[in-house]
């Protein structure tokens, strides 16, 4: 089945550093991928969705020039979160889906940690 | 916009009980409602429900969707210790992201 790789998988950063957040799709081709973020107890919430050789959209409240989002690839989506802040710790995972009416498959998630 | 609705929040049971948890949806121009299980990590994928009445079963898993009255039912049976997870139902309308609801935490105890 679909396979979607996240990396890293775990990272903690000092406050005002920049983190880099992979995904891939190792097994098929994405031409969009989607980046959640989820906080402790609660759902995950769309930030953005990726476009392959095209801007991210990004959902309401999401700032676009703190989380850079760069679609380079059919398989490889990035996402960086800038000058991170202690409130930007959270669980962030990267989605994408096989073909047009496939169920979404997710990556492992990355827990972030901003000291 | 979109919006899905869990309930319960949080369910415990004992080993060998039947569950039932439900998902009502508003969603403009539906596409497919999902069920995924979160245990510690990323949600891992249970059923993809496109069609009413149509009972989408996996082991003790089973679903059924109502798109008269906009609901989802996931059931377990003969619960298991290792079916402790958070339960998602997502919604996928227009757009082709998800919206997911804030989930039912089942605990299921020995």
């Known amino acids: 089945g679909a396979v979607v790789s996240q990396h890293p998988s775990r990272v903690i950063c000092k406050s005002g550093t920049s983190v880099k957040i992979e995904c891939r799709s190792l097994d098929f081709q994405a031409t969009t991928m989607f980046w959640y973020r989820q906080f402790p107890k609660q759902s995950l919430m769309l930030m953005a969705t990726?476009?392959?050789?095209?801007?991210?959209?990004?959902e309401q409240g999401v700032e676009k020039d703190k989380f850079l989002i760069n679609h380079a690839s059919l398989t490889l989506s990035t996402l960086t979160v800038t000058s991170a802040h202690p409130e930007d710790s959270s669980f962030y995972i990267c989605?994408?889906?096989?073909?047009?009416?496939?169920?979404?498959?997710f990556g492992n998630g990355t827990r972030l940690t901003v000291t | 916009e979109d919006k899905v609705v869990q309930s319960p929040l949080s369910l415990v049971v004992h080993e060998g009980d039947t569950v039932t948890l439900n998902c009502s949806y508003e969603v403009t121009n539906f596409r497919s409602l999902l069920w995924y299980k979160q245990e510690k990590k990323a949600p891992t994928f249970l059923f993809m429900l496109t069609s009413s009445g149509i009972e989408k079963k996996s082991g003790r898993l089973s679903s059924i969707l109502d798109k008269k009255e906009l609901f989802s039912i996931l059931n377990i049976t003969a619960t298991q210790t290792g079916d402790s997870a958070v339960y998602l139902c997502?919604?996928?309308?227009?757009?082709?992201?998800?919206?997911f609801g804030s989930g039912t935490q089942l605990t299921v105890l020995p």
């Open positions: 990726s476009n392959e050789g095209s801007k991210a959209t990004y």
């Open positions: 997502a919604i996928s309308g227009s757009a082709r992201q998800l919206t």
């Open positions: 989605s994408a889906r096989d073909r047009g009416h496939s169920p979404l498959h």
